[in-house]
């Protein structure tokens, strides 16, 4: 069932149990201690009664010679007739200590009141188990005794058929003078009481349980709450809302600090999905424009007949369009592949100056004929890595310094080891970038300038910053306006790790 | 009619104009953003088609600008189709908004209705006597016989039916139907009104000597 697979179910289940079992122990403790209590009470009186019917026996207890309690046996004579006088047939002739008939004294009869709800009776036998006295009274609840005792005196007399209420509590004692004393009595209010005391019980434990319960669905709603938050933040991210946070206020605990976690994980998953969303968007932005000079041409020159030399144009239009999409797309599987960690980077030592150099003359033909001079300042030094992507940054890097330069400009390209890294410099002095768009060069389909027309998607930089990190090493940029800007290169050193 | 197109991407720059040209407007290009709102501010534009990404100033700019003293129909050409750019576009006072790539029978369709629009015209068809003009297909009848006029005649019997009431003078006329590589101080004027006279009747363009033309 789907209930007892939540936690907050288990847990009030296993609390409940608990609480049952120690209620239950509670309250069996405390009836048992209430049983002990009431039977040691009545086991002191049926003591005493003992101890008055003893000395009332042999004449020197309490009983006998004392004078009455408080009240005239006149007056208690009606009230407590005396028992029952033995018939001569029952009774067997003294021995040599031969016990008295027992009659129990008038001022003891409130001992025996058979209208108490005790109900205390005694039973005595001689030495050879006959009765010589009982506590039972003529109108008054009393016992038949209908097995004699053997002589043995723990053996208890067999009451099954009196009619004082069941159950009993007794004690028999043989005196040293030989006789057996029996005291008993009805245990029935004691019952009464503890079945009282055990209805008592339970109604409070009931009570208990129920707040303890209720508490408990408190307590645990309150500690399951946090997990609930977590879950339900967690379905909505799952359904594609990748905004939501999880709201958790406390964070000290350990559900808190899961949360935070959490948050911090769905924060970085919004912002590479973010990303991820912004680069197909620009992709697409990137990819527009050429399309659409492919379809206004091509409709416009399908409008009507054309001559040769117009559909020439036309197609040289597209072919450029096309071209250009070519190049993005280059760019974007490069960028794709350097993010998925698919380009694996070489990793050979090779003269990073050479691939500098051989560089530099490949772009020379750009510079000259813009009257742009390139100079120099490159340390002979070997680093590890892929010699063709390096050189592609080197290659980017040269481009845009003679790009971005004004006619007769200047670039110099520095090689240089510092503190165990080697720094290429390349610098330029052209219009620089402006402040404001310094941070965000690397950023992939950044542009300085807003405009196309240069034919850059705006991923040159992007793509030399990941070949760099792929390399370990970082790219960084200064400028200022209308004077340069330099932009660094820093790589480790051959065999230092990267 | 006289349109701006301001883009800058040449190719599809040419594209475009040679486009328009062919549909029988008078088109003006520029490849920047200081060039566009120099043209913009400068001649009365039927229609302008602005590109947003431009060099120097971009296309919100151009726009917030000629607002201010301007009221020439705005069609917005960019790349970005994200909702909120729409809504910045149609915000900042742009009349229609097209998205790259565009359909080109589209954009023209949406530029015959800004200038319909702003000449507070609500249908294509336009009954002048027995003369019918159909904007939407260029094209004009008389007594309900298609009648042959060239891209100019058309243009200038669509300006003045389009102002229809108004006398329009000939410098009005020489801004809206030639466009800045044309020779304005010919009288090429006076040979195309002429020819839509003998065409559509003597009596369709009245002269208001010393003012203008009008269709009443």
């Known amino acids: 069932m789907k209930i007892f697979k939540s936690i907050k179910w288990r847990l009030q289940v296993w609390y409940g149990l608990i609480l049952v079992a120690v209620l239950a122990a509670l309250g069996f403790t405390a009836y048992q201690l209430q049983r002990d209590l009431l039977m040691s009470r009545i086991d002191s009186e049926l003591q005493r009664r003992f101890g008055v019917i003893a000395d009332a026996l042999h004449g020197h207890g309490p009983g006998r010679g004392r004078p009455p309690f408080d009240r005239p046996p006149s007056e208690q004579t009606p009230d407590y007739p005396p028992p029952r006088d033995q018939s001569p047939g029952d009774f067997l002739p003294p021995e040599e200590r031969q016990p008295p008939e027992f009659h129990l004294p008038p001022q003891q009869y409130a001992l025996f009141d058979p209208r108490e709800a005790h109900q205390f009776y005694y039973y005595i036998l001689d030495r050879e188990g006959k009765e010589i006295g009982s506590s039972t009274n003529s109108g008054a609840p009393f016992v038949t005794i209908t097995t004699k005792l053997p002589g043995e005196q723990?053996?208890?007399?067999?009451?099954?058929?009196?009619?004082?209420?069941?159950?009993?509590?007794?004690?028999?004692?043989?005196?040293?003078?030989?006789?057996?004393?029996?005291?008993?009595?009805?245990?029935?209010?004691?019952?009464a009481a503890l079945n009282t005391t055990a209805i008592k019980l339970a109604i409070v434990s009931a009570i208990i349980l129920f707040f303890g319960l209720a508490g408990g669905w408190w307590i645990s709603s309150r500690a399951i709450r946090p997990v609930e938050n977590i879950s339900a933040t967690a379905v909505k991210i799952s359904a594609g809302d990748l905004s939501q946070r999880i709201n958790s206020a406390d964070t000290e605990s350990e559900l808190g600090q899961l949360a935070a976690v959490l948050n911090s994980t769905f924060a970085r998953l919004e912002a590479s999905f973010a990303q991820q969303k912004q680069f197909a968007s620009d992709a697409a932005?990137?990819?527009?424009?050429?399309?659409?000079?492919?379809?206004?041409?091509?409709?416009?020159?399908?409008?009507?007949?054309?001559?040769?030399?117009?559909?020439?144009?036309?197609?040289?239009?597209?072919?450029?369009?096309?071209?250009?999409?070519?190049?993005?797309?280059?760019a974007l599987l490069e960028l794709a592949r350097l993010d998925a960690g698919q380009e694996q980077m070489k990793r050979l030592r090779f003269d990073f100056s050479r691939t500098i150099t051989d560089s530099i003359e490949l772009v020379r033909p750009l510079a000259d004929a813009r009257g742009i001079k390139i100079s120099t300042e490159l340390s002979p030094l070997e680093i590890e890595g892929d010699s063709e992507r390096l050189g592609q940054v080197v290659l980017n890097l040269l481009t845009n310094a003679i790009q971005y330069n004004h006619d007769g400009g200047e670039v110099k390209a520095v090689l240089k080891p510092e503190n165990g890294i080697v720094i290429l410099a390349v610098s330029d002095t052209g219009q620089g970038i402006p402040a404001e768009d310094l941070p965000r060069v690397f950023e992939r389909f950044y542009r300085a300038d807003k405009s196309r027309s240069s034919g850059n998607a705006g991923l040159g930089l992007a793509i030399c910053q990941a070949i760099v990190a792929g390399h370990g090493g970082s790219i960084d940029v200064t400028s200022r306006e209308n004077a340069g800007s330099t932009f660094t290169v820093r790589l480790p050193a051959p065999g230092r790790p990267a | 009619m006289r349109i701006l197109i301001v883009e800058d991407e040449p190719d599809l720059l040419s594209g475009l104009a040679q486009a328009l040209r062919e549909e029988g407007y008078a088109v003006d290009t520029a490849n920047d953003g200081e060039d566009g709102f120099y043209k913009a501010e400068n001649y009365n534009y039927d229609a302008v088609v602005l590109d947003v990404m431009l060099p120097k100033m971009d296309g919100w700019q151009i726009l917030a600008r000629l607002r201010k003293i301007k009221k020439t129909p705005v069609l917005m050409l960019t790349a970005k189709d994200q909702s909120r750019d729409r809504v910045r576009g149609l915000d900042t006072g742009a009349d229609d908004y097209m998205v790259k790539p565009f359909d080109l029978p589209e954009l023209f369709a949406r530029l015959r209705a800004l200038i319909r629009r702003s000449a507070n015209q609500t249908t294509n068809l336009i009954e002048i006597g027995d003369v019918k003009i159909d904007t939407a297909a260029r094209n004009v009848h008389r007594a309900g016989k298609l009648m042959e006029l060239t891209a100019r005649e058309y243009a200038l019997v669509e300006f003045l039916v389009l102002h229809r009431g108004e006398v329009v003078t000939r410098t009005q006329l020489y801004e809206h139907l030639f466009d800045e590589n044309d020779d304005t101080f010919s009288n090429l004027l006076d040979v195309h009104v002429s020819n839509v006279r003998k065409k559509l009747g003597a009596e369709f363009i009245v002269t208001r000597r010393g003012h203008g033309y009008c269709i009443e």
């Not at chain 1, 208890?156 to 509590?169: E, I, K, N, Q, T």
């Not at chain 1, 559909?311 to 450029?320: G, H, N, P």
Request: charged fraction near 20%.
């Open chain 1, 285 to 330: 932005h990137e990819l527009r424009t050429p399309v659409s000079v492919i379809l206004t041409q091509a409709q416009t020159a399908l409008n009507r007949e054309r001559e040769a030399g117009e559909y020439k144009q036309t197609v040289e239009a597209c072919q450029r369009a096309a071209l250009r999409m070519k190049k993005l797309i280059s």
């Open chain 1, 154 to 191: 723990n053996t208890a007399p067999d009451l099954s058929s009196g009619r004082v209420p069941p159950p009993y509590h007794f004690i028999g004692h043989i005196l040293p003078s030989g006789e057996t004393i029996w005291v008993g009595c009805s245990i029935a209010p004691e019952m």
